[in-house]
């Protein structure tokens, strides 16, 4: 008898519909099974393992010859998860498996020769794309249950070994629930409080502008000034995700497959990669594709520390995605796109040595030093960060002062309220318009006369792009939503062209120059 059944393949954090199809082949008396449908060669290996997993469970193929075909044929398929689903497709084939219902679940599963299941990647994002093409059922490797339970309206059945998925769909005993399951408790992070950080109150004010509007950030100071500190407390600044964005960011952990559910469910991600990054492995790629860190740090926080030490190329290509939001990845035979929205805060020196422009400390770097240096980074990607801080170093009298400035749990109410009120001001201004971003000029509508002539003024003496005059738009408003005022006028317009002052300098428009 001929077998259909149902899985899946993925292709960044997007998961397709795949139909494991098994004939047996007449008049070809090798046993054993042909896999046609575009494997990989990891897909190609399931041979292998399914032959050995199935005798290892006690299952004998009858001595014949089947082809295994995975539809679409002309979709290229990679990864281990294919093995259970050509199991017990095989299975039924033999007449060895008499499954109720294979129309309507979804089966995933590397098998070990020894017939146990292993745990695949991508797991929550198959889920979610069979749910959604109407499929009620799922079996999956128990390793992978916390993954399963996040979809209650789904019937995720988690085992442990083929033998009992096979005992399962035959009808002679029971696989529990994932969400039955005892699912660990997410590990807690540490906790990173902001009044830790003693003086820097223009920095901290930075971040809070940052965490309210989403604002990309980008610090500058001498060593030791609190820039990677201030950083690691930002996505305890922000709301707690809702329940969409955790259930996206969870979908994006698990089909990195570096991530585990625990440290996904645990609020917003903080990724801060090693200067050292690839360019694949900061937006993604590889085969099978991968997302890289700015997808990973989706809805939470991207911390490039030390920026001018990342590689030209791989900085390079983020200049697109910072704007978009997105990664589009277009290869001959496959498209992709992943989500790639998160909060960018960046760190650097303004020199090799790290004391360009301090009164206390002398700058060791030659000019020509100080120039290679800055130029790693270039103007359009410093265009890209609405906020730029300059921190100054810390001395010990602030010290003295004790802790310094609000804490994180008062900021953070402060950012939830701003961001309600952005979000009911967006939603009226919606009303009848066909694009989300809003334009300039609607961004304009609400400044005063004096805070536009400011806004002017300012963009003319500092000589600004027409994209920081956006930005000095955005973080206007985001001040106003702050102060929970209407109207933006010339106090907020004043503090945004502030967090622009490090652009005045001319001749690469790196934050660093103005202070030397
Ligand atoms: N403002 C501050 N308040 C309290 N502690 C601080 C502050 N700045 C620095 N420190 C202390 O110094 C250590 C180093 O700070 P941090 O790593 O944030 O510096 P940095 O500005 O990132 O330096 P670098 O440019 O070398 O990366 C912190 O772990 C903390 O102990
Ligand atoms: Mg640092």
Known sequence: MDATVRTGS???????????????????????????????????????????ALRNSGFELPEQRFAV????????????????AIAVALLHTAGLCAPNRLHDTLVLGELSLGGHLRPVRGVLAQLRSARDRGLARAIIPAADAAWGSLLPDMRVHCAERLFDVVAFLNGEAKLPLADALEVPAPPTRDALDLSDVRGQYTAKRALEVAAAGRHGLLMVGPPGAGKTMLARRLPDLMPAPSPEEQLEIATIASSSGWVNAGVALRGRPFRAPHHSASEAALIGGGTPLRPGEVTLAHHGVL??????????????????????????????????CLPAAPLIVAAMNPCPCGFAGERKRV?????????????????PILDRFDLHVRLPPVDVATLEDGPGGDGSAAVRARVEAARELARQRHAREQVGRATATPTLELLSRRLSQPALR???????????????????LRVSHTLADLAGVDAVDTPQVAEAVQYRLLDRDGRNRSPAHASC
């Open 10 to 52: 993925l292709s960044g954090v997007e998961a397709h519909d795949v139909r494991v199809e098994v004939s047996p082949v007449r008049g070809l008396p090798l046993p054993g099974f042909d896999l046609v449908g575009l494997p990989e060669a990891s897909v190609r290996e399931s041979r292998v393992r399914v032959t050995a």
């Open 454 to 472: 400011l806004l002017h003024r300012s963009m003319d003496s500092l000589g600004l792009s027409l994209r920081a005059y956006g930005a000095l």
């Open 69 to 84: 075909n995975l539809a679409p044929a002309d979709v290229r398929k990679a990864g281990s998860s294919f093995d259970l």
């Open 363 to 379: 700058c060791r770097c030659t000019p020509d030093q100080v120039d290679r240096y800055r130029s790693r980074v270039s103007g």
């Open 303 to 336: 911390f490039l520390d030390e920026l001018p030490e990342f590689r030209r190329n791989a900085l390079e290509s983020l200049r697109p995605v910072m704007e978009s939001g997105e990664v589009r990845i277009v290869r001959a035979r496959e498209r992709a």
